[in-house]
């Protein structure tokens, strides 16, 4: 309890401090948004240009658009405001998000799907089914690490594999994940705005079923035609049937079950007990959760058998990049979330102008191929949350009279992070690791043609369908 006597002493003694989560955006410059594009850039670039400095010092790059920001503005506002502005932004957003990704990254970690199955066009079509649905209750990270592997082994005995890796992508990795706020990073910070736990599942379910579906049934005739070209399966497969089919790990299916019902009873509970820590409020029912999902993912590592992981290859090193990366973008985006929140009196008028129609009202159109695009290129849980305050920030009314703008933000930031392999973060993730089996997977740019020549045509349809 001292750090919580220290904050409400320091507010008592300087009540500017409590103010500090309002900042008016309309009288910043644009230029506050500079360190924010910047780190958005060194993750969408350095990979590409550097990628041996990249893997060593992003975490060092990141910290340095963090400084970028805040040593700035605390000299120009004052310190107090920096570092309310700070415990903000770490409180409220931040932990949570990391938390409930450790959790999932883990848990999934702990189970490992053995033996050989044979990737028939049947077998594969059914893999990214099940993929779908799994991703939205445990991450489109936590699907992604724990079919990815198993459905390399299936098809290593395939001459073609790179289809089914790219499609593996698309639905699993990406589009799977538009249902719950467990699902996709966005989804689930927009769940700590407020939106409702299964607000998504109403209301963009239509979408999701049309996008999964067509990609289902038109990944089936492309690995069919594979299939039976000649000498597309190899006459010994390299895994021996030689295990029976089962789970090592399953316990931690039942941690899964534990990190649901942990995000449920936070959304569902309402209590009146609110801990105020420099001006942020802690709700009694959010602390309890991320209690609750740090004791899971401790209890995945101590239950879960080393063999396991050693089995999925399990590191640490995709969950480092992520928690650094994030730290850095959630602290710069402060001042640009305030500027878009000034509306037309603030610096992004001209963006805000962009997805406003001219009767005034948010255009759902602009707003889910704005979202999409910016969510190719650069990461889609910012992009959510820069757009989500664009259309006003406020869920009560994203939910009901604006409620075709919020699902066209969220299905913009969820479905267009299959465009490219820096979407979203499970792409690169499953990149690396079809290429570490020896599967040739396609370049950036080639992937990008795939993308291109399967999915935007869809997203022209759902477009004219859903969002118009």
Known sequence: MKPMRWGLALLAACPCLAMAADLDGSQLSVLWGVPFAGILLSIALLPLLAPNFWHHHFGKVAAAWALAFLLPFALLFGPGLAAVSLVHALLAEYIPFIILLTALFTVAGGIYIRGNIHGSPGLNTSILGVGAVLASFMGTTGASMLLIRPLIRAN???RHKAHVIIFFIFIVSNAGGSLTPLGDPPLF???LKGVDFFW???HIFPETLFLVGTLLVLFYAMDTWYYHRREEVLPVDPTPDSRRIGF???ANFWLLGAIVALVLMSGFWKSLVVFDILGTEVGLPGL??????IAVTLVSLKITPPDVHGDNQFSWAPMQEVAKLFAGIFLTIIPVIAMLKAGVN????AV?????RSDGLPDPAMYFWAAGALSSFLDNAPTYLVFFNTAGGDPAVLMTTLAPTLAAISAGAVFMGANTYIGNAPNLMVKAIAEDRGVKMPSFFGYMLWSGAILIPLFVIMTLIWFR
Do not use: I, K, Q
Request: glycine share 14%.
């Open 156 to 158: 290593d005995n395939r």
């Open 189 to 191: 910070l927009g769940f």
């Open 200 to 202: 998504t599942l109403s």
């Open 248 to 250: 090592d790990g399953a």
């Open 288 to 293: 309890l959760r991320d209690v609750g999902l």
């Open 346 to 349: 603030g610096p992004f008028s």
């Open 352 to 356: 805000v102008a962009a997805v406003t």
